[in-house]
């Protein structure tokens, strides 16, 4: 089993949310349904980003690297192109 981070980027305003899960597909589906509170107002999503570990804990450290500072500033940097692009 993989545990994946993900980045999401709003449809309607193109804010962007960190998560991670061990079932992608779903999860996705999950946010554009509205089962989660803190994308729901947000809806629709689109997955920008996502990223595979073989352990819960490093997915759990990565997601939570990502939300911070430095990691959001990563974001940018590694997706530049796309947020350019679109």
Same mark, same amino acid.
């Given at each position: 089993?993989?545990? @994946?981070?993900?980045? /999401?980027? =709003?449809?309607?305003? %193109? =804010?962007?949310?960190? $998560? =991670?899960?061990?079932?992608? &597909? $779903? &999860?996705? #589906?999950?946010?554009?349904e509205g089962?989660?509170?803190?994308? *729901?107002?947000?809806?629709?999503?689109? /997955?920008?980003?996502? #990223?595979?570990?073989?352990?819960?804990?490093?997915?759990?450290?990565? #997601?939570?690297?990502? *939300?911070?500072? @430095?990691g959001r500033? =990563?974001?940018?940097?590694?997706? *530049? %192109? @796309?947020?350019? %692009?679109?």
């Amino acid at each position: 089993m993989f545990y @994946y981070v993900y980045i /999401l980027q =709003s449809i309607k305003d %193109n =804010s962007k949310y960190i $998560g =991670s899960t061990p079932r992608l &597909r $779903g &999860r996705l #589906e999950d946010h554009n349904e509205g089962k989660s509170m803190s994308t *729901k107002a947000k809806r629709p999503w689109k /997955l920008i980003y996502f #990223e595979a570990y073989p352990n819960k804990l490093d997915a759990l450290n990565r #997601e939570k690297y990502l *939300k911070s500072g @430095y990691g959001r500033r =990563s974001i940018n940097t590694m997706l *530049k %192109n @796309y947020f350019d %692009n679109n």
